[in-house]
């Protein structure tokens, strides 16, 4: 239900791509609930790194010992007012 699909984030970052703040396991626990509609608990996400620059990333997703989902995460730059 959850492999492949993608999971977009909007942030405000500079000029280079630098987010301010850092994407957690929390924020992307929140983004499945909300988006595909699935309780995932952050301790079940591993991001590999820190998420600070915008860009594509694929993350893992350990639903079981064994078993484990691959998901694309997709964080794009917020136009500032």
């Given at each position: 239900?959850?492999?492949n699909k993608t999971?977009?984030?909007n942030k405000e970052s500079k000029?280079?791509?630098e987010l301010?703040?850092?994407i957690?396991?929390?924020e992307v626990s929140n983004a499945f609930r909300?988006?595909?509609k699935v309780e995932i608990n952050p301790s079940q996400i591993d991001l590999r790194?820190?998420?600070t620059q915008t860009g594509k990333y694929l993350i893992n997703v350990n639903l079981h010992a064994e078993v484990t989902a691959r998901?694309?995460?997709q964080v794009d730059k917020i136009d500032s007012i």
């Open positions: 239900k959850i492999t999971l977009k984030f000029e280079n791509g301010y703040g850092s957690k396991p929390k909300e988006i595909l790194q820190e998420i998901v694309n995460l």
